[in-house]
């Protein structure tokens, strides 16, 4: 649904796979949203989410879908990048065996697609029995305030005055002043940002590339492998009269 050529990748995988064109968020942003793919429940009975003055926990007995792979007799790794998602904190991935976790303070300081693919193929790597079967979660952050995408995808799809820059948008500062009403991003530059953001999309249509790529030369994408690709969310650039994310539900 993006410009031409914004994700060759996906775009490939979805024209190779079972397409879901109707699939629908049950959330507009991560933690609830991530609890209800992990437990195919709603979030009024996950209980994974509140708001930002309170959030809260995925309940106590709910089981996530990693408990049903250990049963089964797999590995149950995944990597993650922010604070919903972390075992202790909200119990989304309290199931699994290992979460490499890299939280941040500000979403400045996210780790990169690039290195959390790397996570997981040395995840991979390490593995002492090679056999064994394993569902791996993966999950990029980079589609997300703040908007920065690396040199060579700025330089494709950042606005023209842009590309030879390092300006960016959403940064923690920036994003409170817009939910509470003290700043309004004009319709110019959310145009920009909207940029940024696809090469931000950009970037992580190469590293899923490279990370399916990685699946298969380790053989793990073979007859028996399943590579599921999906989204917790979207992103408004003033289509409904707002930006960003988890504060209205429309397509």
């Known amino acids: 649904g993006g410009p031409d050529g914004l994700t060759p990748y996906m775009d490939r995988l979805a024209a ?10 049950h959330a507009p942003w991560t933690l609830p949203s991530t609890a209800s793919l992990l437990t195919s429940l709603h979030p009024l009975e996950h209980g994974a989410g509140g708001n930002i003055e309170s959030f809260t ?21 995944a990597v993650v990048n922010v604070t919903f998602l972390d075992p202790e ?12 976790n ?28 090679q056999d064994r079967p394993a569902f791996l979660l993966v999950h990029y952050f980079d589609p997300h305030c703040v ?16 590309r030879e820059s390092t300006w960016t948008f959403g940064t923690r500062a920036q994003m409170i002043a817009i939910r509470d009403g003290t700043s309004a991003p004009d319709a110019a530059t959310l145009v920009r940002a909207e940029h940024l953001y696809e090469g931000e999309v ?50």
């Open 102 to 129: 890299v939280s941040f303070q500000s979403n400045g300081e996210v780790r990169d697609a690039r290195a959390t693919t790397a996570a997981a193929l040395a995840w991979l790597d390490a593995r002492e029995d």
């Open 202 to 251: 950009a970037f992580l249509d190469a590293e899923v590339g490279r990370l399916a790529a990685g699946l298969e030369e380790r053989g793990r994408l073979g007859d028996e492998g399943i590579f599921a690709l999906t989204g917790d969310h979207g992103e408004e650039f003033g289509d409904h009269g707002g930006f960003e994310h988890g504060h209205t539900l429309f397509d």
């Open 147 to 162: 908007y920065a995408p690396p040199p060579s995808f700025r330089e494709q799809w950042a606005a023209p005055q842009d």
């Open 16 to 25: 190779e796979s079972v397409r879901f064109a109707q699939a629908r968020s």
């Open 89 to 100: 904190t909200f119990g989304v991935t309290r199931d699994f065996d290992s979460v490499d």
């Open 57 to 77: 926990r995925l309940r106590d007995g709910v089981p996530p879908l990693a408990g049903a792979f250990r049963a089964a007799g797999y590995d149950t790794p």
